[in-house]
């Protein structure tokens, strides 16, 4: 009988044991995490637009990748990408960049406006323009025809902008503003490999991007002495299969 008891003991410490281990096992395994982005601009959100920052304006931050909803732009689609599988473009066809500007102008709505070239034009307060314009398919053609004619090697129309450079680098990649405050209004941009990465983005559309928010996401002539109500846009865009970029171009009338 003694045995046997002692035998009962020593299985009962085992068990002990195998379970303890097991515990400790268990705490010490990493946790399984879901991976997943929430659309939200890293590049912060300061309340200036410097020209010696990364950080976007407080309507800099991104609107959390909002093309691919809208289906009102350009029906061009485009299966060839500048963007690698690391990058997280918050646009990829005209669609979705119209979609986008609608959107950033809803994000940029409490901000004053601006009007004049990036940097070179003055802040006010009278609105005139709506928030979002009207996607027009005569402005989607035009801007197809402009982007594809880029792709081909042609010259950005109007003069080149950029919010600074750090160690001889582009803080964001340039737009080339043409007809400021004009009916015929056109904003282009070239993406390059890389300028979605998160956490790095160089893209020259984004509105963390101050030049971009000036020329186009709080834009606004603010009255006829200074300049056209504009109320329609188009946009467009073409991969170059030679340079693997992609040239983006947004065009507004009246």
Known sequence: MQNIHGIHIGFGILVFWSVFAGAIACSEA???TSGGNDGGNSNGGSSSDSTSSTSGSMTG?????????????GSTMMPEQTAGPDEMPYFKTPDELCTYVNDSRQTSQGHDRWRGLPFKGEYHTVKT??????????????????AEALA?????????HTDGMINGNLLHQYLYVDGVETSNYMITSQQLKG??????YKAGLINANGTARMA????????IAYGPKLNRMGCGGKFNPVDKSTWWVVKLAP
């Open 195 to 200: 300028d979605w990465i998160v956490g790095s």
């Open 216 to 223: 186009l996401y709080y834009h606004d002539s603010g009255g």
């Open 129 to 146: 323009w709506p928030i979002k314009f009207t996607i027009d398919p005569a402005l989607n053609a035009a801007a197809q025809a402009e």
């Open 61 to 73: 931050s991104s609107t959390g990748g909002a093309g691919g909803t809208g289906g009102s732009g």
């Open 30 to 32: 990493p946790a399984q």
């Open 152 to 160: 081909g090697g042609a010259a950005p129309q109007g003069s080149p």
